[in-house]
């Protein structure tokens, strides 16, 4: 049987989605056909407002409405604690542990199968909030805060996040000799995604995190 172009075509583009499969593509689709016009409508400007009314913070590399975001300019936020994590996904489960410092967002992990190395993520950037900066300067980001003392690498526990670990461990070590470096501690089980884990198993990775 053909089936409308219209339909196809939605259901190809719902397939390239993560985690949709052809036949949940199809069964959101054919939902879709029986949603009153005005959800469509509301459904459609969401999708075309995604990336308009959104910016990446030229600070953290969070996603946010504003730049800086709003978590980099709470003056309530330790800004000598940054936690490293692979994507803006992640912040909202550490918020969920009532984390103090402020973050860093690569968008990613270093995957050579994947052709991903340090070039393609947000390491750069990283680095420049750590260098060991001389004569009393202090932070362009926070002038008038305490220069960074911290770094948490929170990558997932699976091997691109423990190569990214490593690699990012040895590159703030030659920035910045001074700036203690941690790894999350026991409680992630290895393989896991950090998005999924709940909120005691993340206080227990935060309170057991190492020094690397």
């Known amino acids: ?3 409308a172009r219209p339909i196809t075509a939605l259901i190809e583009s719902f397939s390239k989605l993560p985690g949709i499969g052809p036949k949940s593509a199809q069964r959101l689709t054919y939902y879709l056909l029986h949603v009153p016009q005005i959800q469509l409508d509301e459904f459609a400007d969401s999708v075309m407002n995604l990336k ?5 913070c030229s600070i953290c590399k969070n996603i946010s409405e504003d730049d800086p975001c709003p978590i980099c300019t709470d003056p309530m936020r330790d800004k ?13 489960a550490f918020e969920r542990t009532h984390f103090k410092g402020v973050y860093h967002v690569l968008h990613g992990a270093i ?6 190395g340090p070039d393609e993520l947000y ?7 750590v260098k060991e900066q001389e004569s009393g300067r202090v932070s362009k980001a926070w002038p008038d805060k305490a220069l960074v003392e911290e770094i948490i690498i929170a990558t ?4 691109e996040g423990n190569a990214t670990a490593m690699y990012l461990d040895k590159k703030v070590k030659i920035q910045n000799a001074k700036v203690k470096i941690s790894r999350l501690g026991m ?14 198993t ?3 990775a935060l309170e057991g995190r190492r020094e690397l």
Do not use: F
């Open 1 to 3: 049987m053909k089936i």
């Open 52 to 56: 308009k009314n959104t910016k990446l």
């Open 80 to 92: 000598s604690l940054v936690m490293v994590v692979e994507q803006p996904l992640d912040i909202l």
């Open 111 to 116: 995957n050579p199968l994947e052709n991903i």
């Open 123 to 129: 390491i750069d950037d990283l680095l420049k909030r």
């Open 156 to 159: 997932n526990p699976t091997m």
């Open 187 to 200: 409680g992630i089980p290895t393989g896991a995604d950090l998005e999924y884990a709940d909120e005691t």
């Open 202 to 204: 993340l206080t227990q």
